[in-house]
């Protein structure tokens, strides 16, 4: 087959994809009839509880007397608030992914000596196998730098003696490769596709032992290495607010779902990027960022609320940008006051507008974050407050960092690693069944029709 025809959609695919269509369609009261959790989900958006974990917390609620009611949002990795473990980084200012990493890993603050001997290791394992970079990485670069960074994890498989071995400490050497690493596959295969695709300069810089994964980004993604102490921080402080969010989301639900059916690290983790790379999940912010564009190009006066007030409520009815019918980075699938990772970011990403000579682009997300909840109560129907999330901001920082586009996602998998490293060693330390939910079926019986008696529906 010719390169150009693999991707090919014949006529007969478009009359066959239609045949599939009349044939994929279930009645949505059904949903309500058989009181089935679609998504998992009530109609409320709260999860069905489908097991345990003592990794994280993501509370939105409280109890009130007899009564659970909303609040504002708090997210907790092993017992200790987000908000704490990123204020406790201000006395020495040290950065605190590791740090973090170390805590969801294994389940307590690492010693001064403790952290040292964990970054020693993650520093260790900062290197790819020989020639990884020229016959993996430089060979059919992909213009999505999440397939990219799924098919490097598969690849590594082929390198390590051990890939099938499911015990803890063969799990966990895996792991903490795999935190290691992502930095590296996600750069690098971002340098390949720049340079082959767009006839940019070539760069593969080296890691330095000596420096934190926040770091280490910026310092292999730019040309000359060079970064702030301000933008080292806050990529540090957004590693940390993406890394884990509870066992319920999507990615780390399957993290789950795929450990439990035995399987080795490198299919696990793989699966958990494919889930990451959905722009329901992980792509969000994107999203914003391409939505902010969007609406800077179409605002005569970005002070005038009465105009941005305008193009949200077109935004939420389909007459503009996207036509989804979606003001991104607003709303979440648990928090409804507030998201507590949006407000840690807030004050940071207005510190960095500041440096950066972004003072009006912060002023008019801002107006947005105000606006936009007002404009949602009006136009829709909805079960439960809705406020800014993490991607409302995190966007913005990157498009301030001057990361491309197509690292967004990456970086969140970069932070989120840790996070699946964490649920996959208690899937494998503290369950012994594999993952098998119901769905129950609502198709009738139907007699066997002999092949000369069948009409064709094409």
């Not at 989900?41 to 990794?55: A, F, H, Q, S, Y």
């Not at 107006?367 to 800014?388: F, H, N, T």
Request: charged share 25%; hydrophobic share 40%.
């Amino acid at each position: 087959m010719k390169e150009n025809e693999f991707s090919l959609i014949t006529p007969e695919i478009e009359r066959l994809a239609g045949l599939s269509a009349r044939h994929f369609s279930i009645d949505p009261s059904l949903y309500g009839k058989y009181d089935v959790k679609r998504g998992l989900r009530d109609i409320n958006g709260k999860g069905v509880l489908v097991g345990l974990t003592e990794i994280s917390e993501v509370c939105a609620t409280k109890r009130d007397g007899d009564q659970i009611i909303p609040a504002d949002g708090e997210l907790f990795y092993r017992g200790y608030n987000v908000r704490d473990i990123i204020a406790g980084l201000g006395p020495d200012n040290h950065f605190g992914f590791e740090e973090s990493a170390f805590l969801l890993i294994f389940g307590k603050l690492p010693t001064i000596s403790e952290l040292k001997e964990f970054t020693d290791l993650l520093s260790y394992y900062r290197s790819l196998p020989t020639s990884f970079v020229r016959d993996i990485i430089m060979k059919a670069p992909s213009h999505d730098m999440m397939n990219t960074l799924a098919r490097s994890v598969l690849t590594l498989y082929s390198y390590d003696n051990k890939a099938d071995d499911i015990s803890v400490p063969n799990v966990l050497r895996q792991c903490m490769q795999m935190i290691s690493l992502f930095p590296l596959l996600s750069v690098y295969g971002y340098q390949a596709y720049r340079h082959y695709h767009d006839g940019e300069s070539l760069f593969i810089h080296k890691p330095l032992p000596e420096l934190s994964t926040a770091e280490t980004i910026l310092h292999i993604l730019r040309p000359d290495s060079r970064y702030t102490p301000l933008e080292a921080k806050l990529l540090d402080i957004a590693l940390i607010l993406h890394m884990e969010h509870g066992g319920g989301n999507n990615s780390t639900f399957t993290t789950h779902l795929v450990s439990s059916s035995g399987t080795d690290t490198y299919s696990v983790i793989a699966a958990s990027i494919g889930s990451l790379k959905g722009p329901k999940h992980g792509g969000a912010n994107i999203k914003v960022v391409q939505m902010f564009e969007d609406m800077k190009s179409h605002l005569k006066d970005w002070k005038d609320e009465d105009e941005v007030r305008a193009y949200l409520k077109a935004v939420l009815n389909k007459e503009a940008f996207d036509h989804a019918g979606l003001i991104y980075g607003m709303g979440h699938a648990v928090y409804s006051l507030s998201d507590p990772r949006a407000r840690i970011f807030r004050s940071y990403v207005e510190r960095l507008s500041i440096e950066k000579g972004y003072d009006s682009e912060f002023a008019l997300y801002s107006m947005v974050e105000r606006l936009a909840p007002q404009v949602i109560y009006d136009e829709r129907k909805i079960y439960k407050g809705v406020s800014p999330n993490v991607d409302f901001y995190s966007g913005f920082v990157y498009h301030m960092l001057g990361l491309p586009l197509e690292l967004y996602t990456p970086i969140f998998a970069i932070a989120r690693i840790a996070g699946w490293s964490a649920h996959r060693l208690e899937e494998i330390s503290y369950n012994g069944r594999i993952m098998r939910p119901a769905y129950m079926s609502v198709s009738s019986r139907r007699n066997y029709v002999q092949m000369s008696e069948r009409v064709s529906e094409l």
